[in-house]
Nanobody, 117 residues
Framework: QAQLKETGGGAVQAGGSLRLSCEYT?????IAWYRQAPGKAREGVGS????????NVIDSVRGRFTVSQDNAANTVYLQMNSLMSDDTATYFC?????????????WGQGTQVTVSS
């Protein structure tokens, strides 16, 4: 059964770093990271095509966040540097055939990231 499990969340001070991991079972062409802050809409943060390794992140985190993978470990990472209070959210990974929301059919339970200023 296809599953995703996020780990690595926690509390950190502004300017700090965290690395989130998304360990998956199954075969997926795309693994993506989303986040949702209290009272805000869910937001796509970044994604990676597992075959090519091509990754992308949204403009607001470019230069601070990167998405990478370890295919042998069936794990995708979200490295987050220079964290800001606006990055506080629950972070989810999602998987599917394409890196657009409608094609991401498997979701993890999420991991909380709290950034204090």
């Amino acid at each position: 059964q296809a599953q995703l499990k996020e780990t690595g969340g926690g509390a950190v001070q502004a300017g700090g770093s965290l690395r989130l991991s998304c360990e998956y079972t199954g075969s997926f062409k795309c693994i993506a990271w989303y986040r949702q802050a209290p009272g805000k809409a869910r937001e796509g943060v970044g994604s990676i095509y597992t075959g090519s390794g091509h990754s992308n992140v949204i403009d607001s985190v470019r230069g601070r966040f990167t998405v990478s993978q370890d295919n042998a470990a069936n794990t995708v990472y979200l490295q987050m540097n220079s964290l800001m209070s606006d990055d506080t959210a629950t972070y989810f990974c999602a998987a599917g055939e394409l890196c657009t929301t409608r094609y991401l059919t498997v979701w993890g339970q999420g991991t909380q990231v709290t950034v204090s200023s």
